[in-house]
T-cell receptor, first 114, second 112 residues
Framework: NAGVTQTPKFRILKIGQSMTLQCTQD?????MYWYRQDPGMGLKLIYY???????DKGEVPNGYNVSRSTTEDFPLRLELAAPSQTSVYFC?????????????FGPGTRLTVT | QQQVKQSPQSLIVQKGGIPIINCAYE??????FPWYQQFPGKGPALLIA?????SEKKEGRFTISFNKSAKQFSLHIMDSQPGDSATYFC???????????FGTGTKLQVIP
């Protein structure tokens, strides 16, 4: 199993540009999450999904959109990039059901908006 | 009510010392309290977790102490090693799968 994979690893965007951060998991997990990590601020939840076709907002959803058409994929869309979206973005997944609530994180995407 | 407050922000200990990281929460509906470890350039990884029906949990050199009445929990690392140098995050959630609230992180450095 590759676990949770994210692409790209790094990206520089100009203000106003758009992009999609890709996230794929091969563990057949129901739950998937997008976080952003800023220095000294911990991880903030952007959006999460409890299964294909179902998504919900987290703590900081403004400026982002998500979709979940398959169990495996959970892309994060940035429209009209702003400098405030400069951050490291992590995707994570959890199996759901009885048992462990452990979140499995991807390696992250470092995004700079200038 | 969704906040998890973590301290200290950074910590330096000698090898063999016992660093302690503290977290406090407000929402009494939280029922799952994990700690994640993150090395530079990597995503966080689950280290150990506890539920509020127990006061302590040990896994190897890592121990969580949980005080339900004070709404506090802490991570202790016994016989700390330079390889433990990382950032540690506490977290809390209701029901485990829904919104997880993370603390702000503690950067630990263990010096030889």
């Amino acid at each position: 199993n590759a676990g949770v994979t994210q692409t790209p690893k790094f990206r520089i965007l100009k203000i106003g540009q758009s992009m999609t951060l890709q996230c794929t998991q091969d563990m057949n997990h129901n739950y998937m999450y997008w976080y952003r990590q800023d220095p000294g601020m911990g991880l903030k939840l952007i959006y999460y999904s409890v299964g294909a076709g179902i998504t919900d907002k987290g703590e900081v959803p403004n400026g982002y959109n998500v979709s979940r058409s398959t169990t495996e994929d959970f892309p994060l869309r940035l429209e009209l990039a702003a400098p405030s979206q400069t951050s490291v973005y992590f995707c994570a997944s959890t199996p759901g059901g009885q048992g462990s609530y452990e979140q499995y994180f991807g390696p992250g995407t470092r995004l700079t908006v200038t | 009510q969704q906040q998890v407050k973590q301290s200290p922000q950074s910590l330096i200990v000698q090898k063999g010392g016992i660093p302690i990281i503290n977290c406090a929460y407000e929402n009494t509906a939280f029922d799952y309290f994990p700690w994640y470890q993150q090395f530079p350039g990597k995503g966080p990884a689950l280290l150990i977790a506890i539920r509020p029906d127990v006061s302590e949990k040990k896994e190897g050199r890592f121990t969580i102490s949980f005080n339900k009445s004070a709404k506090q929990f802490s991570l202790h690392i016994m016989d700390s090693q330079p390889g433990d140098s990382a950032t540690y995050f506490c977290a809390a959630s209701m029901g485990g799968y829904q919104k997880v609230t993370f603390g702000t992180g503690t950067k630990l450095q263990v010096i030889p």
